[in-house]
């Protein structure tokens, strides 16, 4: 198993700007495909962005297109989340996702993944 912890959420204007770190311990976090997910009070929790493990391939939800982006590095076992033009609707909590898989491909599913880390909150005034 791998242990996961959330960091950098806050309070942001919209328009503005914030990263996401997600820390792994444990087992080597280059062993995993990631993903960052968000739930909003009252919905379900939703896929953002995932990345492969050796970090080649990386996948987007539609709502962040363009304004998202995720990166790895494997050396620091640290996953990061740079997310711009921050919109209200934007406004959840952020969970990272684990899951250990030697191929490199790009899971989207919260059923997918089997490491989950607390959540940060993430918070967009208009």
């Known amino acids: 198993q791998v242990q996961l912890v959330e960091s950098g959420g806050g309070l942001v204007q919209a328009g503005g700007s914030l990263r996401l770190s997600c820390a792994a311990s444990?087992?080597?976090?280059?062993?995993?495909?990631m993903g960052w997910f968000r739930q909003a009070p009252g919905k379900e929790r939703e896929f953002v962005a995932g990345i492969s493990r050796n970090g080649v391939s990386t996948s987007y939800a539609d709502s962040v297109k363009g304004r998202f982006t995720i990166s790895r590095d494997n050396a620091k076992n640290t996953v990061y989340l740079q997310m711009n033009s921050l919109k209200p609707e934007d406004t959840a909590l952020y969970y990272c996702?684990?899951?250990?898989?030697?191929?490199?491909?790009?899971?989207?599913?919260?059923?997918?993944?089997?490491?989950w880390g607390q959540g940060t909150q993430v918070t967009v005034s208009s």
């Open positions: 444990g087992r080597t976090s280059s062993s995993y495909a």
């Open positions: 996702a684990a899951r250990f898989y030697f191929g490199n491909i790009v899971f989207t599913s919260v059923a997918a993944f089997d490491s």
